[in-house]
């Protein structure tokens, strides 16, 4: 079975650009997160979704930041304008239910340069 | 205070040697408790769940100890494969069962 699809896998690209992250969560899954790590501060969450409806954005760091789920099999992270402090790898994770396990994604590695 | 908080290490240790983790969190809510295993540029892995009762999964035991709020975990005979970050999660508490903290993760490192 495929597990978290995550695209793309790295990605590099200048101060003030856009960048959107895209994620296909397990089948099946109604529960979607969006993490972020970085050495200085582990892993955080920035938002997590369940059945498509965003329930917990407070880790979103600032409006630069935006994510949607337009429907159960994929979710966009997007950043507007990117700066460098927003280098990072960016998970996406999946679970079954609020208790379940959570199945991680790849990740994306961003570098803003 | 972190909400989680974890020893970074690193922990050095020989094949065959046991070594244990200790993890600390700050939300008395937490419900739920969990190591999960990161390796190097991948992506977290679920070890284990923790247990009021405390469980063991092989060469893994987990204990948690909710009075304290502390949690553990014990590896047996470290194996070169074992080597690895060790990260504490907790969720968020009653009100936010979907939430993970993570601790910012114990490294392991076993030599021949």
């Known amino acids: 079975d495929a597990g978290v699809i995550q695209s793309p896998r790295h990605e590099v690209t200048e101060m003030g650009q856009e960048v959107t992250l895209r994620c296909k969560p397990i089948?099946?899954?109604?529960?979607l997160f969006w993490y972020r790590q970085t050495m200085m501060r582990g892993l955080e969450l920035l938002i997590y979704?369940?059945?498509?409806?965003?329930?917990?954005d407070s880790g979103m760091p600032e409006d630069r930041f935006s994510a949607k789920m337009p429907n159960a099999s994929f979710s966009t992270l997007k950043i507007q304008p990117s700066e460098p402090r927003d280098s990072a790898v960016y998970f996406c994770?999946?679970?079954?239910?609020?208790?379940?396990?959570?199945?991680f994604g790849p990740g994306t590695r961003l570098l803003v340069l | 205070r972190k909400e989680v908080e974890q020893d970074p290490g690193p922990f050095n240790v020989p094949e065959g040697a046991t070594v244990a983790f200790n993890c600390t969190y700050s939300?008395?809510?937490?419900?739920?408790f969990f190591w999960y295993r990161q390796d190097c540029r991948k992506e977290p892995k679920l070890l284990m769940s923790v247990y009021s009762s405390g469980n063991e999964d092989g060469r893994f035991t987990a204990q948690l100890n909710r009075a304290s709020q502390y949690i553990s975990l014990l590896i047996r005979d470290s194996k070169l494969s074992d080597s690895a970050t060790y990260l504490c999660?907790?969720?968020?508490?009653?009100?936010?069962?979907?939430?993970?903290?993570f601790g910012q993760g114990t490294t392991l490192q076993v030599k021949p």
């Open positions: 999660v907790v969720n968020g508490g009653s009100s936010n069962t979907g939430k993970l903290i």
């Open positions: 089948s099946g899954h109604d529960y």
């Open positions: 994770a999946s679970s079954s239910g609020q208790r379940e396990t959570q199945y």
């Open positions: 939300n008395s809510a937490s419900q739920s």
């Open positions: 979704f369940n059945n498509n409806v965003p329930i917990d």
